[in-house]
Nanobody
Framework: VQLQASGGGLVQAGGSLRLSCAVS????????MGWFRQAPGKEREFVAQ????????SYADSVKGRFTISRDNAKNTVYLQMSSPKPEDTAVYYC????????????WGQGTQVTVSS
């Protein structure tokens, strides 16, 4: 199983950016997918998750209404659309996977840097 995050970069506050996570290993149809982030000097924190069917999503309060998680199981890809990002969204973003609704994420990608300028 491999998770490959991409799409990070420098974006202005109020702009938009879309992160992608390519998933190999045939797990996407049975795994909940999540995005996490870690800013310098801070612990990694939950951003968003989406269940295998895509019917339900959840978000951290800090990104609710601005970020959207989605998945395309046919393309083995999960997305995080970042709208109206803020400087405090600057972090390394990681995608992760866990089997169905188990509590802990088992698989992690390598991370992609997002920098939001004011």
């Amino acid at each position: 199983v491999q998770l490959q995050a991409s799409g990070g970069g420098l974006v202005q506050a109020g702009g938009s950016l879309r992160l992608s996570c390519a998933v190999s290993g045939g797990i996407l149809s049975t795994h909940t997918m999540g995005w996490f982030r870690q800013a310098p000097g801070k612990e990694r924190e939950f951003v968003a998750q989406i269940i295998p069917s895509g019917a339900s999503t959840s978000y951290a309060d800090s990104v609710k209404g601005r970020f959207t998680i989605s998945r395309d199981n046919a393309k083995n890809t999960v997305y995080l659309q970042m709208s109206s990002p803020k400087p405090e969204d600057t972090a390394v973003y990681y995608c992760a996977a866990k089997f169905l609704l188990r509590p802990d994420y088992s698989y992690w990608g390598q991370g992609t840097q997002v920098t939001v300028s004011s």
